[in-house]
């Protein structure tokens, strides 16, 4: 692993000791959720929270937007033909959009360029973002690129105070939710896999399941007919609720589109997963210590795409469609975007350029790449029906 520099390694420090007081606080022990939550989100430290270099080549990770702008072209694409008005008319496209989670910015700009290539730019375009260093590379990275909509921006520290009629988007923003770790012991006893401190060190170590969660737990595995062996682990996601109840809270009329790495809940708790699906983003490496330079690392669960499905029925939202990322892109049009991109831009006079598109188009795509691991799921409110790019190809039969 590469050895961070003195600043990083100061702030991982002010990280770690934040930490072990909420452990000294709460009696030596905290639930992997809360541990997460503080890494990725404790104000002005968490991950999330502080200024550290996320994406791309300098960062720990590169999401879709970055590897190819055919990614926020084909969802651009998807907001079009819903009926957004209460009279059931289409729109040209969205009158609000709402993303969370802005990364770079790269998708939101991709997404106003196509819109407004499409002649269907929205009123307005807000974002909610965490951090203030990522909201200054947002606001450059947007004003550089499309300029004459950059004052439709507008960057939230919440949700909405009002709902919007429009589009809720969240890219790889759900894999991000803290989580409980659990564990599997002989004769069907639940353990949960909480942090404590060893030697200044922050380590497992197993508590008994409250008897709500240990119930909830092996019901989980009865109706799905699976039998765990000993030593089985995996998570469970207490904030999927919150979270979707606060996008439900946030729409009037709409669509909500998420797209995460993720699984149906039967692959999800498959016996033959039997390490559960955490893991750690630091430096383009994916390892599994989420001990490892708190502060300084990405620490990310799969999604369990049935209990977001639940979850938004519940929230009183229609679950539209779920299919896989390849899918959603080939129905959104993406090798027409791709021909577009070749036609009109710098590649279709630079070899290497056209190498670079298609190498991105490739992993976005790809099996063995992003293109089955990912998934999209749309919601909505009052809308008669789901974007097709999702809907076409639907596999809400698996969740």
Not at 85 to 97: C, N, Q, V
Not at 237 to 242: F, L
Not at 334 to 348: I, P, T
Request: with cysteine; aromatic share 8%.
């Amino acid at each position: 692993m590469p050895v961070p520099d003195a600043d990083a390694l100061a702030h991982s420090a002010r990280v770690s000791q934040h930490i072990r007081l909420r452990i000294a606080e709460a009696g030596g022990w905290i639930d992997f959720s809360d541990y997460m939550d503080l890494a990725l989100y404790a104000p002005g430290l968490g991950y999330y929270s502080a200024g550290a270099q996320k994406f791309g080549e300098s960062g720990d990770f590169v999401t879709a937007p970055e590897i190819s702008p055919l990614f926020a072209s084909c969802v651009a694409r998807a907001f079009l033909g819903l009926a957004f008005d209460a009279d059931g008319d289409k729109l040209s496209g969205p009158p609000t959009i709402f993303e969370l989670g802005a990364g770079t910015g790269a998708m939101a700009a991709g997404i106003l360029q196509t819109l407004q290539r499409m002649d269907a730019v929205p009123e307005r375009y807000l974002i909610l973002e965490v951090s203030a260093d990522l909201r200054e590379r947002q606001r450059r990275l947007i004003t550089a690129r499309v300029p004459d909509l950059a004052g439709r921006i507008e960057w939230l520290d919440a949700l909405p105070a009002a709902p919007i009629t429009g589009v809720i988007v969240a890219n790889e923003v759900l894999d991000a939710l803290p989580v409980t770790r659990f564990v599997v012991e002989e004769a069907n006893r639940v353990r949960i896999l909480g942090v404590e401190v060893a030697e200044s060190e922050f380590g497992w170590r197993r508590q008994a399941a409250a008897p709500g969660m240990q119930d909830q737990i092996l019901e989980l595995a009865g109706t799905l007919g699976v039998n765990w062996p000993a030593g089985y682990t995996s998570e469970l996601c207490p904030a999927t609720h919150g979270f979707i109840d606060g996008l439900s809270r946030s729409l009037e009329r709409g669509l909500i589109l998420l797209m995460d790495y993720g699984l149906p809940m039967q692959d999800f708790y498959s016996p033959e997963r039997s390490s559960g699906t955490l893991a750690c983003h630091y430096r383009h490496r994916m390892h599994a210590d989420p001990f490892f330079y708190p502060g300084l690392q990405d620490i990310t669960a799969w999604v369990d795409f049935s209990r977001v499905a639940n979850t938004a029925d519940e929230a009183g939202l229609d679950v539209l469609g779920f299919t896989t990322q390849a899918q959603f892109l080939l129905a959104a049009g993406v090798e027409q975007e791709y021909a577009r991109l070749m036609e009109e831009s710098e590649s279709a006079r630079d070899p290497r350029q056209q190498l670079q598109v298609a190498a991105g188009l490739k992993m976005l795509m790809m099996p063995g790449q992003m293109g089955e691991s990912f998934k999209v799921m749309a919601l909505g409110r009052h809308l008669s029906r789901g974007p097709g790019s999702v809907c076409e190809n639907d596999l809400l039969h698996l969740l």
